[in-house]
Every structure is written in C-alpha cells, then in structure tokens.
C-alpha cells in the first residue's frame, strides 16, 4: 500500500493505528488496521464503479 491518504477511513485508520502504537493499546492499532482494510476497500469499490461508467458511457 502507498503512503498516499485515500480517503476518510483510510485517515482515520492511520491516526488510531500509530496512537495504539505509541500507547502500546493493541485494540486501538486494530481498529486502525481495520478502519485502513475499510478505507481500501471503499477506494476499491469507488474505482470500480468509475471503470463500470466509462464503459456503460461509450455508446
């Protein structure tokens, strides 16, 4: 994964997954690492749907 932020989840992830890093609170770096998988995942389903209307647009 790039070092680019991708969107909100993404963000929100990156900020509780160092705070649990530097706490030591390992629930709180989980959360982050989900909010991230989240946040991939969203970005994921965004490109997806922009390649599907190029491709329903070229009539």
């Not at 629930?27 to 982050?32: I, N, P, S, T």
Request: overall charge positive.
């Amino acid at each position: 994964m790039s070092d680019e932020v991708r969107n909100k989840e993404d963000a929100k992830g990156r900020v509780k997954e160092a705070a649990g890093d530097l706490t030591g609170d390992r629930d709180l770096k989980r959360e982050g690492k989900v909010d991230r998988a989240s946040g991939a995942a969203k970005d994921g389903i965004e490109r997806l749907t922009d390649k599907v209307k190029d491709v329903l647009r070229k009539d």
